[in-house]
């Protein structure tokens, strides 16, 4: 069997980068005076200027900076600005920066259309409106130091985020030992004490008894969660029906008390992470048989169709529905709809689910309203391994 694994795009972030003062523009012109003069003009933007006075100078600036807008002439003698911004775009630190093309003498229609083609931004002529040229590359300037600001940010909550859930699994991880000793040793306390306590005391005990499992529940939710993107994700061949048939194994007891009926069709083997499976199936299924509707016994269905490149799951139930007006909450962690004395749970489990199958290329969501039942629907990328007759 082939495993692949998915790196974690947030392990070794290393020191985020330090946004530049001043963002840098490239002035080409095979005349030296225009260069001046140029410069002179853009000179209260407060800009880098680098000037360059042929294609060749100008294609190894583009090598050693980052420039926010260039500004090229297209009739150059060896390499014209045409042929020179083709070379420019092959360069990696060139995608997406705007090129503006200035030209006295290229007035033609098919010389505008061509910079078009090239992925130029503007075509403008000499003798060239010094207000309008500052005032165009100033709308370039400003996109360029926003993105910037943008993509910094965006670095620094990655590290921050990276960090919490360091801190989280971390905390967790320490405070398993002591729970669980914790637990046991009230077990302990419970099975060779409880009659000598009087009915105070009982109670006392199993408030601890109560709360050091809920502990050691949520303390397991959280790990799961901090390790979802921390851990490399194992992608092998799953066979979806058979982790259902052992989900439901593990809820053999719940679905006969509840005399819950449980149906689902024909689930597909796909390419994908076998433990991302098993945590939908026990977060979507164990919601369902929680959430129940009054005294009637729980229907849930669970479904599976290809559509295009994806193929979408859907696990449905009769039970107490969700108010759309609680939809940013379902998948935030730590947040619950309901007490925990009336549904258990730590309001971790459908956030881990968000996190992971993302991770896995797929995404997750649901269509409900009160008192109606509720259908989660899931999508993973079509990388099948095989098929099978539904059993």
């Known amino acids: 069997m082939t495993i692949t694994t998915i790196q974690n795009a947030s392990q070794d972030l290393g020191p985020l980068p330090i946004a530049q003062d001043r963002p840098k523009i490239l002035l080409v012109d095979d005349r030296w005076e225009n260069l001046l003069a140029t410069e002179k003009v853009l000179k209260p933007l407060h800009a880098q200027i680098f000037k360059a006075a ?55 229609d098919r010389y505008a259309s061509k910079a078009a083609e090239i992925g ?44 919490l859930e360091r801190f989280a699994y971390i905390c967790s991880h320490d405070m398993q030992e002591p729970v669980r000793m914790m637990n046991a040793f009230a077990s302990l306390l419970a099975d060779s004490s409880e009659q000598a306590l009087d009915e105070g005391g009982r109670r006392y005990l199993n408030f601890i008894l109560d709360n050091a499992r809920r502990m050691q529940k949520m303390i397991g939710d959280i790990l799961t969660f901090s390790r979802v993107g921390r851990e490399d994700i194992l992608l092998e061949t799953v066979d979806c029906q058979a982790v259902l048939h052992e989900t439901l194994s593990e809820f053999e007891d719940v679905i006969q008390q509840s005399q819950a009926l449980v149906t689902y069709g024909e ?48 696990v449905a139930d009769n ?16 947040q619950r709809l309901h007490r925990k004395e009336d549904y258990p749970g730590t309001g971790i489990g459908l956030s881990t689910c968000r996190k992971f199958i993302q991770l896995c290329g797929g995404d997750i969501d649901f269509v409900s309203a009160p008192g109606q039942g509720c259908t989660f629907y899931f999508t993973l990328p079509c990388k099948e391994a095989r098929t099978h007759e539904a059993v």
């Open 54 to 108: 042929s294609g060749n100078e100008a294609l190894s600036l583009v090598l050693r900076h980052d420039f926010a807008i260039v500004l090229l002439d297209v009739q150059m003698p060896e390499m014209d600005g045409f042929e020179t911004a083709v070379l420019m775009q092959e360069h990696e630190s060139m995608a997406g920066v705007p090129i503006i093309f200035v030209t006295a003498i290229s007035k033609e």
């Open 120 to 163: 130029a931004v503007d075509y403008i002529f000499k003798p060239i409106n010094p207000d309008i040229l500052k005032s165009k590359v100033k709308v370039y300037l400003d996109l360029y130091v926003q993105r910037e600001q943008i993509m910094h940010l965006n670095a620094i909550l990655s590290q921050s985020n990276e960090e």
């Open 267 to 314: 689930l597909p083997s796909l390419e994908t992470s076998s433990t991302l499976i098993r945590v939908l199936f026990q977060n979507l299924i164990g919601n369902a048989l929680k959430f129940q509707n009054g005294n009637r016994p729980p229907e849930i269905a669970v479904t599976a169709t290809r559509q295009d490149q994806v193929w979408r799951f859907t």
């Open 319 to 334: 039970g107490i529905g969700i108010d759309e007006a609680f939809r940013s909450r379902i998948f935030t962690i730590f």
